[in-house]
């Protein structure tokens, strides 16, 4: 299947990309990396292949190993503009997150809201993480008027989480990891017509993330064709249920 996935020119989470990304195309799956202008080569946020402060907070060892190797393949030198792209022609729909600044690009952008609003149209599987869900939130269903998101389900990025990213790195970085004035959870909520009964924090996590091998601390929301979760460390729990929901949208289809 082929599986569109936007990103800002830069500060993408390396994790939310690159964990979807190796996953998807493992299983044979074609993933196509869209900018804002066609033929843009993206980088993610460089402060995470760092390590962020002192070798901290940064993405772990294969989630960057696997990001260089996605920076030299085809569909990454090759990307295509998310606002002229025939979404129509596409399987499924892969939101990835992000804090830095350059985030604002994606995540603002009226030309991709318009495009996600005619692929949630099409009832295909739709996946987004951490702040990913914010353009799903942002966008308005043409027959209702109202957030796409409004009779849904969902996690995102939850407010404890992105407060204390803020203020661990708020004394060396300033507000670079505080993308908006508004926290990621209040606005999504805001979308919501019953936020109490739709949004779904999941278990308190601060650190222990979910790997290769062990789903055991990471959290996902499945509400249909869509497919939510909260941070880096449920991306490999998120890709794999992704892979689940093309499998059960193909097999109804």
Known sequence: MRILMPVPDRDFDVTEVAVPWRLLTEAGHHVVVA???????PAADPRLL????????????????WYEQLTRAPE????????QVDVAEFDGMLLPGGHAPGM??????????????RFWGLARPVGAICHGVLP??????????????????TTCLPTY??????????????????TYPAY???????ALDAPARQFVRGPLTFTRR??????????????GNYLSARWPGDAYLFARRYLDLLRSWSDDS
């Open 76 to 83: 990454f030198t090759d990307t295509v503009s998310w606002e």
């Open 35 to 41: 900018t804002e202008r066609a033929g843009t080569r």
């Open 104 to 117: 604002r690009q994606y995540l603002g952008s009226v030309g991709l809201q318009r495009q996600l609003a």
């Open 161 to 178: 989480m992105e407060r204390t990213a803020y203020l661990s790195t708020a004394w060396r970085l300033g507000r670079y990891y505080r």
């Open 136 to 153: 799903l939130a942002r966008a308005t269903s043409p027959s209702t008027g109202r957030s796409l998101l409004a009779d849904r389900r």
């Open 210 to 223: 979910g790997t290769a091998d062990d789903d055991t601390p990471a959290f996902v929301v499945r509400d």
């Open 184 to 190: 990621v959870e209040d606005e999504v909520r805001r």
């Open 50 to 65: 760092t390590g962020v402060l002192l070798g901290r907070l940064g993405a772990a060892d294969e989630p960057r190993r």
